[in-house]
């Protein structure tokens, strides 16, 4: 039903989005950006910011930073994965019951893997990213619960679970789980994982009721489901590498963060998710002292300047981070450069078609190069 709902609130976005025209490119271009290069300081940021920027725009947001002229500009490319080491990382008990190579879309030379195993489980394998469920998961509603229409997790999953432990299960055992596995195929430089219980009560209440293919409804949660997600963050030179996705709207292609999420039970491991892992080729640019986050926030109200806000848009987080950048001029090529990251939500009012109307919340991200001061030309989520 999420899903659902997400397509219908997304024909509205995109006519809210092209209300801010960009020129042709990967960055909206500003006149002032030359100026913004030489205004940048040292001040230090703030913890949280609660002010008012503009009619119907409001912040409400923690601020995630680190003071820093170290900041740098990368050539990256997306990691290529061991993949006997992640097979048998995966295999244990299990055996290969089937396998299917796929040439991969934008990288004709490497094909995509996909294992199935013994057990139900399953296995895909691609540039930067890997994806295994065990039937466990998949036969559960986890994934509309932690994800809903979202391309990783609902952004109010931590507002929704306030449970900080779980009496079935050890929240070290979890962490340990997924670490485990992400040092053994090899991912490294972790930050502090984020992790977030769910407990029995709270999935019971974000089961939704529908018919499924065969005509059945899906299973209710019991307590024996009960489980911590665990979200660990790629770190780079003490900043962490954003996990948002989005679409650039310039070249038609997707640029996402990198994003790791475990989900463990009573038994351990039952889903992981890799995606948007990067090998560093070389450094562009060293030494970036980034915008200040005054500067930044000037931005985003001038991005709304020429638009008419009628439902009230809050900034709720606000970070700064590595966001890989994708080009293909020539050939595909990624970057990873420092940004400031947005996340915002707008409380919308839909029309529908028996002459009502209904509200919902959209969730998106506003990127600001920390560079140049541009807004990286973002078509949607990813």
Request: proline letters at 3%.
């Amino acid at each position: 039903m999420r899903k659902i709902l997400a397509l219908l609130l997304g024909v509205y976005f995109l006519f809210v989005l092209s209300a801010c025209s960009f020129p042709n490119g990967g960055e909206q271009i500003d006149s002032s950006s030359e100026k913004v290069n030489k205004d940048k300081s040292d001040v230090s940021t703030p913890d949280s910011i609660n002010q008012e920027l503009d009619e119907n725009l409001t912040i409400k947001a923690d601020i995630t930073a680190v003071d820093t002229n170290n900041l740098k500009t990368n050539s990256i490319s997306l990691k290529k994965f061991n993949e006997d080491k992640i097979i048998n990382t995966f295999l244990k008990d299990r055996t290969i019951v089937r396998k299917d190579e796929i040439k991969n879309v934008l990288f004709p030379e490497y094909k995509d893997k996909y294992l199935e195993f013994s057990d139900g489980s399953y296995l895909t394998i691609q540039l930067g990213s890997l994806r295994f469920r065990t039937p466990y998961f998949k036969d559960r509603e986890y994934d509309n619960v932690i994800s809903g229409s979202t391309y990783f997790i609902r952004p109010d999953l931590k507002d929704v679970f306030t449970e900080t432990n779980l009496g079935t299960i050890d929240k070290n055992f979890a962490v340990d789980q997924v670490k485990a596995v992400l040092n053994e195929i090899k991912i490294q430089q972790l930050g502090t994982p984020e992790v977030i219980a769910l407990d029995y009560k709270t999935l019971e209440s974000q089961w939704e009721d529908y018919e499924t293919k065969d005509g059945s409804q899906p299973l209710k949660f019991e307590k024996e489901d009960e489980a911590y997600v665990v979200i660990f963050p790629v770190v780079l030179d003490k900043t962490n590498i954003t996990n948002k996705g989005y679409y650039n709207a310039g070249n038609q292609m997707n640029a996402v963060g990198s994003r790791i999420m475990g989900v463990v039970n009573k038994d351990g491991l039952i889903s992981l998710t890799v995606q948007g892992i990067y090998e560093i080729e070389g450094t562009l640019k060293e030494n970036i002292t980034p915008i200040p986050l005054e500067t930044a926030l000037e931005k985003v109200k001038n991005k709304y300047k020429n638009t008419l806000i009628t439902d009230p848009i809050v900034i709720n987080k606000i970070a700064l981070e590595y966001v890989p950048t994708v080009s293909n001029d020539q050939s595909i090529e990624f970057k990873l450069i420092p940004a400031w990251v947005f996340s915002a939500k707008q409380d919308i009012t839909v029309n529908d078609k028996k002459g009502g109307t209904f509200q919902s919340s959209q969730n998106f991200t506003i990127l600001i190069n920390a560079l140049t001061g541009n807004e990286l030309r973002n078509g949607g989520e990813r």
